[in-house]
């Protein structure tokens, strides 16, 4: 046991998913249902997923890569998709980080509804995009071709 309770994963640490479960429950309100519901629907969308735990207490779910974080402010629960830039979002569930190249986040506000399958959809798509051929391709610098000396 680790000195929060959790079981040791036998590193040290505890398990990822033990220590999403303890943040949850340490929130004790909408942000803590928020962030449940949330991994309820990645789960949903992808049986495969693999929950960690990274940068200080943010839940990571990856399949291939990173899918998305959930991070938990006073007044917002952030899903940010790493390549949600990348991802075609039909539903329009994206409505912050939209101005760069790379990342998308959906934040949820107190009281908000969340549209699970269109959710689950914007999941399965990170997870196509990560399992695809150039993607799951490790990034390698480029390399410039020689010069000809013509």
Known sequence: MTKTGLKDNG???AHPSQLIDAKIEELKDWRGETLARVRVLVREADPDVVEEWKWRGVPVWSHAGIICTGETYKTVVKMTFAKGAALKDP??????????NTRRAID???GDKIDGEALKALVQAAVALNT??????SPGRSQKKPKSSA
């Open 91 to 100: 539903k329009g569930l994206f409505n912050s980080s939209l101005e760069g």
């Open 108 to 110: 949820f506000h107190e």
């Open 11 to 13: 590193d040290g640490e």
């Open 132 to 137: 695809s051929a150039p993607a799951a391709a």
